[in-house]
């Protein structure tokens, strides 16, 4: 090869350049960004916070971990609202067979079997997931509510809930251990498994996923699977720990679990995000509203500052801010002067 | 082969922007999140400020009085799972903290929205924060003892209110105060039976939301009156609704279009907001309210009126009020001692009857 | 020699109309194919088909002698097909490695084996000479690098054959240069190369065997060395083409209609200009000079720095501040992407044309059915829509039908000052010489025309005068009498010129 051209930009080589540019490759920017202020302002004002922290991780495991599965669809730009009512449904699941044994395998199979429909109906029948899964949000809420009779429903073994909400070690709940086994399970799938790379390209660019011959329709099954199991995991915890399956639960779960995603940069129509995004945004809620209920803000107002947050999440997306200064600067009054006339 | 001038890096439209999207994407969300930060710090500090003052001036107006400040003053954790998003929450909001700043007691309230998991993981905030007690107005009755053994292990005392928690729990707590939510079903049930006075007559019933305790125990405490002593009442259908009008509208419509309106002689509601519903749900067809049997629970603003103008037959007294101020005065008998653990104190609101010839007394106003 | 790939007898239907029909192609080893065609031809689905995107009604697809199963991309790349798309098919979040790699990246039980992808990424990238950093992100590349880290991952399945469609469609003229000689390289050694394209003079140098396709029909098949361009287009028109190169206008500009002061944006760098009515002024230059950013500078739709621009139309001379403004004086734009700045592709052709100009065609909000519909109607026959059915979506239409439904939109208007970026990209020949015409006869009533274009021949055909840009600036503007493609190349260059 005599030939070649240089067209991009050549490989950094210094430390500093080559750091920037790693940097500049992530796409959690902005949820780091959010929690170092959130540490930084909570430092000062509710230091409670860090010494109560096995409570505020406990808190991060308990919104991320619906968050975490949810991701994995997410970056095939597909959503799951069915998360929150599979989680109901399959602690009612747990609650209602009284051998445990039986019960947490059939609650997980729930879940599973939760993915597979949903992915049916939107890969194989062709229908938009937010439809898909809004369907089996009603069907799945209807389900916990006939399981349960309507009331909430007592495991049979108290002891074993209530040892379960106890820490195995240091400050490690189940709850915390079993939030960073999934993460660290999802975090490794979607960075070292081919088939979880693909998830990026089927968000990325379904065409061209297609047209490299990645099973889109397969990688789509597989992430609602991802989705329904963690979501049904997440139910068998909240059971447990409650000791008592609740059909609502889980019911400000699905707001919180879409907010800690988008917070953590992963986009909506798929393709860009991070499983550490996800983890850094549901540290930022969980801290947050920690923080919030230890100053005795009203919920309302927390709502309020996390959609303010939320919203600014989106807008600080780089290619909405250039929409935005585009269209502020074009409503402003013509302001340009003239240099040479 | 061929000379070659690249541009390098993509072109020039595609350089700049780069460039300017850096330096955006870090100036931008800094100063908007640091904006947001500085309204968050501000919120925190306005709330406890506010506290801090109310409590204050009611104990300065209290020294005027009584010349007796409060000997102790006590930090307590309220886990609520509704607040001032709701008409009963702020009324009893009201009561509870100006009683409380006069006990010495300075609240932190939370809000759970109903959802148990969160109200557990509040709780877990709570005694983190290791308060001097915590009251708990459990978001579903039975699924409060995790938060119940937490709390005994770290020695917080637990006061119940609103919805009193199962026998296997209630040794974990001190007591319960607010309404007998069996016995408010109970009274509506012995309203409907005075109202019907002895007529056969098929009547609906528009149960609270599914699931949620209160509605289970006024269920309970109507189904059992009715079926115990006036047989010649029978309940044709019942469903359950959201508490709101709306939500009772639509199934009272249901059941009536499913029964036979010609069938039906009266409807019972577990509150008087889904009253409103039913009632409206009757008027849509042309039926006159007052030729029906209705009772309902509450006493509410919107209640009060369907009493006074006949078309609800009665309603059962639950006064914000009477919670809001009960509450702090048993919080406060077991910060002190008074009630020590393993007394466990029960203390119900009256449930007070609501009819037409009560409807207008001062004793009876309604409060949400 | 042998066949390396075959296609047999392939048809393929879509809603009843025949994309394909009947086309049998073959290519050996190390030979350069060309399929041409206008728009529409059947070219894109049939290469499609081929790589087992599409699947066929009949016909075969084999390579070296074995049949392809139908619509398996998998097996296609497997037996050794690989398709350079004409959309680009990359995934904008993911890595250069990743996306060379796409699809068939190394493993072991499942996990990414991530130092083998990179080496075989590098080797691909080695061999069709091209140098980039293999951990940047697509969306970070210029156009250009990704069209060729597309070919990179078509070339790293070590495919027998390579079909590009359009590769060149956004490239520069020496971004164009280097792809074609690379790819006669990888013919040299042994590779077959289908190549599609509607620049004719490209197919000329590069390939050895043209593949005529019209209507979905195969018209013939020509040895390219016993062939002339000419002969070519009329086979592809299947008409002969009015060669209306010479017939030149005879211009008599107006008054001034756009004055354009000091403008400085991003990538433009304190530009003036003026347009008179019933004049073309070409903007020339190569691809990332400033042309685009320069146009949308002036007309309001994207921020300017600094500079003023009046448009004077009946003696009234207004301000323009931003893109509404410019709309309400009078200026019509033409973008760029039209597929997605300048139509709205769900809409019927009817509403798009009207979309413009909704004032003139209601009455106190309500919208007059039956002259919109004469409107409309009019305007699709004008700029000769085929079919010419304003009920239509406009993404039911090729790519040249709905450039002509962007411009009928603003032709509607009978604006003061139409901006035309690219008019004909992507274009095929029988489309662009009607937009040539339209453009022209704008002109000639009284439209003041800017243009931006790539094509030389256009520029050199439409403009009065054409202004050079470079890095921002205007590097020199001739007449119409001076400009020839060599002194624009140089300009756009930075060469001097040297005097005839």
């Known amino acids: ?341 | 082969m061929p000379s070659l001038t690249p541009p390098s890096g993509g072109t020039q439209r595609e350089r700049k922007r780069g460039k300017m999207r850096k330096s955006r994407l870090i100036l931008a969300p800094a100063a908007m999140l640091a904006a947001s930060a500085l309204i968050l710090s501000g919120c925190a500090a306005e709330e406890t400020t506010e506290t801090t003052e109310s409590a204050e001036t009611e104990s300065s107006s209290d020294d005027t009085t009584t010349e007796e400040a409060p000997a102790e003053t006590f930090e307590v954790y309220a886990l609520f799972p509704q607040g001032n998003d709701q008409a009963y929450g702020s009324t009893l909001i009201e009561p509870l903290q100006a009683n409380g700043a006069e006990l010495g007691i300075n609240f932190t309230l939370s809000n759970s929205g109903y959802d148990a998991t969160k109200q557990l993981a509040e709780c877990e905030i709570a005694v983190a924060a290791q308060p001097d007690g915590i009251m708990l107005w459990p978001a579903v009755g039975s699924a409060v003892r995790p938060c119940l053994v937490a709390a005994d292990n770290a020695g917080i005392p637990v006061w119940v209110i609103n919805t009193d928690v199962g026998p296997a729990d209630a040794p974990l707590t001190y007591g319960y105060s607010g309404p007998d939510t069996y016995g408010q079903g109970v009274a509506s049930a012995e309203l409907m039976c005075e109202a019907v006075d002895g007529e056969e007559v098929g009547i609906i019933q528009v149960n609270g939301a599914a699931g949620n305790g209160t509605a289970i125990d006024r269920d309970n405490g109507f189904t059992d009156h009715v079926e115990a002593n006036c047989p010649n009442v029978t309940i044709l259908a019942e469903q359950n609704a959201d508490w709101t009008p709306a939500g009772a509208k639509q199934v009272a419509a249901d059941m009536i279009s499913a029964e036979g309106i010609e069938n039906i002689g009266g409807i019972y509601a577990a509150d008087d907001s889904m009253v409103d519903g039913a009632v409206q749900a009757l008027e849509d067809l042309g039926e006159d309210a007052s030729d029906y049997f209705i009772t309902g629970i509450g006493n509410t603003k919107l209640g009060n009126p369907l009493v006074k103008e006949g078309k609800m037959y009665g309603t059962v007294f639950q006064s914000s009020v009477w919670e809001g101020e009960n509450a702090p005065e048993y919080m406060h008998r077991v910060l002190t001692g008074e009630i020590a653990k393993g007394d466990r104190v029960t203390a119900y609101m009256p449930s007070v009857k609501v009819t037409a010839e009560n409807a207008d007394d001062p004793e009876v106003a309604p409060e949400w | ?500």
């Open chain 3, 1 to 500: 020699m042998a066949a390396v790939v075959e296609a047999k007898n392939i048809t393929k239907a879509f809603g009843g109309v025949k994309a394909v029909d009947d086309v049998s192609v073959s290519v050996e080893a190390g030979e350069i194919l060309a399929v041409v065609g206008e728009n529409g031809a059947g070219k894109s689905t049939l290469m499609r088909i081929l790589a087992g995107i599409e699947t066929q009604d009949s016909g075969q697809v084999i390579v070296s002698g074995e049949v392809i199963p139908k619509s398996d991309a998998k097996a296609s790349i497997d037996a050794g097909i690989s398709l350079v798309h004409q959309e680009l098919s990359l995934v904008p979040e993911m890595t250069v490695a990743e996306n060379i790699l796409l699809g068939s990246a190394p493993t072991t039980v499942g996990i990414t084996r991530t130092r083998q992808m990179k080496q075989i990424a590098q080797a691909a990238l080695e061999e069709i000479g091209v140098s980039v950093d293999l951990d940047e992100r697509i969306s970070k590349l210029s156009v250009a690098l990704r069209q060729f880290v597309e070919i990179a991952r078509a070339v790293a399945r070590k495919p027998k054959v390579l079909i590009l469609d359009e590769p060149t469609a956004s490239l520069t003229p020496a971004e164009t240069d280097y792809l074609l000689s690379m790819l006669q390289r990888l013919a040299d050694r042994g590779m077959s190369i289908v190549y599609i394209s509607h620049r004719i003079p490209e197919v000329f140098r590069l390939c050895d065997t043209v593949t005529i396709l019209r209507d979905g029909k195969q018209i013939s098949v020509l040895d390219v060395a016993k062939t002339t361009p000419q002969q070519v287009i009329d086979q592809m028109v299947g008409r002969e083409l009015k060669k209306d190169l010479e017939s030149k206008r005879s211009s008599s500009p107006g008054h001034v209609v756009l004055k354009a002061v000091g403008i400085r944006a991003e990538g433009v760098n304190d530009i003036s200009l003026e347009v008179r009515a019933g004049e073309i002024i070409g903007l020339g230059g190569l691809v990332g000079a400033g042309r685009t950013e320069l146009v949308r500078a002036i007309i309001g739709a994207d921020p300017r720095k600094l500079g003023k621009v009046t448009l004077t139309v009946n003696g009234k001379t207004k301000v323009i501040s931003s893109f509404e403004s410019a709309v309400k004086a009078g200026v019509g734009y033409v973008p760029e992407e039209r597929r997605t700045d300048g139509l709205a592709l769900t809409m019927t052709v009817a509403e798009n044309i009207t979309l413009p100009n909704r004032k003139e065609l209601s009455a106190s909000g309500f919208q007059l059915a039956r002259k919109i519909r004469t409107f409309a109607d009019d305007l699709s026959k004008r700029v000769g829509l085929r079919p010419p059915e304003i009920d239509r979506e406009a993404g039911q239409y090729s790519g040249g039908n709905q450039q002509k439904i962007v411009i009928a939109k603003w032709l509607g208007r009978r604006p003061a000052l139409i901006v035309l970026d690219e008019p004909t990209r992507g274009v095929d020949v029988g489309a662009k010489a009607e937009i040539h015409r339209l453009v022209k006869e704008l002109a000639d009533n009284g439209t003041a025309v800017l243009v931006v274009s790539s094509d030389l021949p256009e520029l050199l055909e439409l403009a009065d005068t054409i202004h050079v840009v470079r890095d921002g600036t205007i590097t020199g503007t001739l007449s119409q009498e001076e400009a020839d493609e060599k002194r624009v190349m140089s300009l756009a260059a930075g060469e001097q010129v040297e005097n005839a």
């Open chain 1, 1 to 341: 090869m005599t030939e070649t051209i240089q067209l991009g930009g050549a490989k950094e080589t210094g430390f500093f350049p080559r750091l920037r540019t790693i940097i500049g490759r992530r796409t959690e920017g902005r949820g780091v960004i959010l929690l170092l202020v959130i540490l930084a302002v909570l430092a000062f004002t509710q230091p409670l916070v860090f010494t109560a922290l096995p409570v505020t991780i406990g808190r991060i495991a308990l919104i991320g971990i619906v968050a975490l599965g949810l991701t994995a669809v997410i970056l095939m730009g597909e959503l799951d609202l069915s998360v929150a009512s599979t989680l109901a449904a399959s602690g009612v699941v747990v609650a209602i067979i009284p051998d445990l044994r039986i019960a947490i395998p059939a609650a997980l199979l729930m879940g599973i079997v939760v993915g597979i429909i949903n992915a049916f109906f939107i890969a194989i029948v062709g229908i938009a997931s937010f439809i898909a899964s809004l369907g089996m949000l009603f069907a799945l809420s209807g389900l916990a509510f006939v399981l349960s009779n309507e009331v909430p429903v007592s495991i049979a073994n108290q002891d074993a809930g209530l040892a379960f909400g106890q820490p195995l070690f240091g400050p490690v709940t189940p709850r915390i251990l079993l939030f960073f086994l999934v993460f660290i399970a999802i975090q490794l799938f979607v960075t070292k498994v081919k088939a979880g790379r693909e998830f990026f390209a089927v968000g990325g660019n379904r065409q061209a996923a297609y047209d490299s011959g990645i099973p889109v329709k397969r990688r789509i099954f597989t992430g609602f699977i991802i989705s329904g199991f963690v979501s049904a995991l997440a139910g068998v915890i909240y059971t447990l720990e409650l000791t008592v399956a609740t059909p609502t639960a889980g019911s400000t779960v699905l707001l919180a679990s879409f907010a800690a995603a988008i917070i953590g940069g992963n986009y909506l129509k798929g393709g860009r995000g991070s499983i550490i995004g996800t983890l850094i945004g549901a540290s930022s809620l969980g801290v947050l509203q920690v923080a919030l209920f230890l100053s005795g803000v009203q919920v309302p107002v927390q709502n309020t500052l996390i959609g303010a947050i939320l919203l600014i999440a989106v807008i600080t997306d780089p290619s909405s801010l250039r929409a935005i200064s585009a269209r502020v600067r074009a409503t402003l009054p013509d302001r340009t002067k003239v240099e040479a006339q």
